[in-house]
């Protein structure tokens, strides 16, 4: 229940949700394809890929998650589907876009969640990761903070780095997919990083 209510304020922050609606905003217009969030938390690029035109399936391995989820979709009129599953059961091929937000870093092995996740995508479709970079601080964060960064749950900032010290994805994991390119795109000063990878 705590994690489910944390995840639920820090998407309510500024900077949390500008950086992630800019990472879904690297991707086209949905025009009805599909996308799946896994680890999909509270649902917040869940919501972002509908409000883009995707139908949208948000997965999350706990089911307090999920009903934060489909909570906060009903009340913005968002038709999106929430269900609980694991990274590591996913079906293959069934899906366009496929997306996992600060989902890498918490699992032990990474190697095999990147692969399922992979897996997942469909042929000719992209698997978007959006993950903190080597450059997500307590030093960094507190610079941007300093900088003016708008004030709104501004903390939730702090909390993050604090988390994610020493537990980075290392971006070379990428490389060992089969992809037919694998794109960059540093996001919050580059203290988090969007890998939009194409199959």
Not at 116 to 140: A, F, H, K, Y
Not at 145 to 174: C, D, E
Request: charged share 15%.
């Amino acid at each position: 229940m705590i994690a489910s209510a944390l995840f639920t304020w820090i998407q309510g922050a500024d900077f949390y949700y500008n950086l992630h609606k800019q990472a879904v905003d690297l991707l086209p217009v949905g025009n009805g394809k599909t996308w799946m969030d896994v680890g999909c938390g509270p649902g917040l690029v869940a919501r972002l890929a509908a409000e883009k035109g995707y139908q949208v399936m948000g997965i999350d391995s706990d089911p307090l998650m999920i009903r934060s989820a489909k909570r906060i979709a009903k009340r913005q009129g968002l038709s999106v589907d929430f269900k609980t599953g694991d990274v590591f059961n996913l079906p293959t091929a069934s899906a366009d876009v496929v997306s996992a937000a600060s989902l890498l870093a918490v699992l032990e092995n990474k190697t095999s969640g990147l692969n399922s996740l992979w897996q997942c995508v469909r042929q000719g479709g992209t698997l978007l990761i959006i993950e903190p970079t080597d450059q997500m601080t307590i030093e960094n964060a507190n610079q941007l903070i300093k900088s003016g960064l708008p004030r709104k749950r501004i903390q939730g900032l702090r909390m993050w780095a604090t988390a994610r010290q020493g537990n980075i994805v290392n971006p070379a994991i990428y490389k060992t997919l089969n992809a037919q390119s694998v794109d960059f795109m540093p996001l919050l000063n580059g203290l988090i990083g969007a890998w939009v990878i194409q199959k």
